[in-house]
C-alpha cells in the first residue's frame, strides 16, 4: 500500500461480511457533501454508471472574475499603493462546480445537514448512499440512517491516527513522511467507523499543505470511486477501526502556530509549510510583527548565537539562528508594509545581531481557534 508522486498505491477491499443483505447492483444514486471543487470524483464516478442526483455544501459562492485588463488595473494600483500581493493559492486542476452545471445535476445549498426539511429533502432522492468528502458539519442519527446503504465519509489521513478538522496540518507541523486517506463507514462519533479503503501519500520534504491537501483531494477520488464501485458489488468488508492507535488533533488555535526559535530550524520550517499557500508564519522583533512568505532550514553546527538572533543579512533574506541549525528566510515582510516599500525599509531594519522577540505577545496572537 503506498502513493509516491501521486501515483495511487493499493487500496485495502474484501468481501464485505453482510453481502447476502446488500442486493448486487450496477448503479447507485448517491448524494454528495463536499466544499470541495478540485476534485473530480463526479466524473469518475458517472464514468463507472452511478449516477449524483444532488451535491450539496452549506453555500454556493464564488468570488467574482477578474479579465485581463481587471487584473492588470488591479496589479497596477496595488504596486501604487505598495499593497501585498495575494499568498499564491494552489492552481486547481478540475472545476466541480463546472462539472455539475454541465451535467446539469443539481447544486443544493445546506445551511443545516441535520435540518428536518433537508433530511425529507434527502428522503425524496431515494439515494442508495451519500458520500462525504470535506464538508464541515457533524451528521447526526437520522440524516446518517436515511440513505439506503448508508454514508462513507473519506478522512485525509490514516485512520485511527490524525482524527480531526486539520490533519495535513498536524501531519506537516509533526513532521510526519506519510500521510494518507481513510473511507469509512460515517457514524455519529467522528471519525470512528469502520474503515472501508485506505491509501498511503508520501509526502514530499518541501510540500506544503496546499500542495499535499490537492493531492489527497485527487486521491480521494479514485479511492472513493473504488469503495463505491465495491459497495455496488456487494465486496466490501468493513474492518473496526483500532481505538487504541486512535488519536484526534482538533482545530488549530493561535498557539499552535507560534514560532518557537528554540526548536529546531527542521522544527521551524514544518511550521511554515504547514500553513502554507494559506498564511504566512508570523515572527515579532521588537514588537514589529515580521510576516514569513518563504524559509529554508539548514543543518549547521552551533554558532554561539542565541536562537532567533539574526546571523546575516541580503536584501529580501535573513539568516536566523535557531536551537538547531539555522533558518534562511528568502521572502518577508515588515508588518503593516508592502511592495516597494517594504524591500526599502528592508535594507535598514533587522540588523545583523538583532534578536527575534521569544515571546509572542506583541503579535496580537489571541487564544481562539483558527479556522
Not at 455496488?232 to 484526534?248: S, V
Not at 504566512?280 to 549547521?300: F, M, V
Not at 552551533?302 to 539562528?321: C, N, T
Request: glycine share 8%; net charge positive; charged share 20%.
Amino acid at each position: 500500500m503506498g502513493l509516491r508522486d501521486g501515483i495511487p498505491g493499493h487500496m485495502r477491499m474484501s468481501p464485505h461480511p453482510y453481502r447476502e443483505a446488500v442486493p448486487q447492483v450496477s448503479s447507485l444514486r448517491l448524494l454528495v457533501l463536499s466544499e470541495v471543487d478540485d476534485w473530480d470524483f463526479g466524473r469518475q464516478i458517472k464514468s463507472c454508471g452511478h449516477e449524483i442526483v444532488a451535491w450539496a455544501r452549506p453555500t454556493w459562492k464564488r468570488g467574482p472574475k477578474c479579465s485581463g485588463l481587471c487584473y492588470a488595473v488591479r496589479s497596477t494600483i496595488n504596486a501604487i499603493l505598495c499593497n501585498s500581493k495575494p499568498i499564491r493559492p494552489i492552481k486547481p486542476s478540475f472545476d466541480a462546480w463546472g462539472w455539475l452545471d454541465k451535467e446539469k445535476i443539481p447544486r443544493v445549498p445546506c445551511p443545516n445537514v441535520n435540518a428536518p426539511t433537508f433530511i425529507d429533502y434527502v428522503k425524496s432522492l431515494h439515494v442508495d448512499l451519500i458520500v462525504v468528502f470535506f464538508f464541515p458539519q457533524i451528521l447526526k442519527a437520522d440524516i446518517l440512517q436515511t440513505p439506503r446503504l448508508g454514508v462513507f465519509n473519506c478522512h485525509p489521513s490514516l485512520l485511527p491516527r490524525y482524527g480531526g478538522p486539520h490533519p495535513a496540518f498536524w501531519m506537516l507541523k509533526n513532521g510526519e513522511s506519510v500521510a494518507g486517506l481513510t473511507v469509512h463507514v460515517m457514524t455519529e462519533k467522528i471519525d470512528a467507523g469502520a474503515i472501508v479503503a485506505q491509501q498511503e501519500l508520501i509526502i514530499g520534504e518541501s510540500e506544503n499543505a496546499g500542495q499535499l491537501t490537492q493531492r489527497q483531494h485527487h486521491a480521494a477520488a479514485a479511492l472513493l470511486t473504488g469503495a463505491v464501485n465495491a459497495m455496488a458489488q456487494g465486496t466490501l468488508d468493513p474492518k473496526p477501526q483500532n481505538i487504541a492507535e486512535r488519536t484526534y488533533f482538533g482545530k488549530k488555535k493561535a498557539a499552535d502556530i507560534v514560532l518557537d526559535w528554540n526548536g529546531s530550524a527542521r522544527q521551524i520550517a514544518n511550521l511554515w509549510r504547514a500553513l502554507q499557500p494559506y498564511e504566512p508564519l508570523a515572527a515579532s522583533l521588537n514588537g514589529t510583527t515580521i510576516k514569513i512568505y518563504d524559509a529554508q532550514p539548514h543543518e549547521g553546527s552551533p554558532s554561539g548565537r542565541a536562537p532567533g538572533e539574526i546571523m546575516a543579512k541580503q536584501l529580501g533574506k535573513l539568516l536566523v539562528q535557531t536551537g538547531n541549525g539555522y533558518l534562511e528566510i528568502r521572502s518577508y515582510e515588515i508588518v503593516p508594509y508592502h511592495g516597494w516599500l517594504n524591500r526599502l525599509l528592508q535594507a535598514f531594519l533587522l540588523p545583523v545581531g538583532s534578536r527575534f522577540d521569544r515571546a509572542p505577545s506583541a503579535m496580537g496572537l489571541a487564544s481562539k481557534a483558527v479556522s
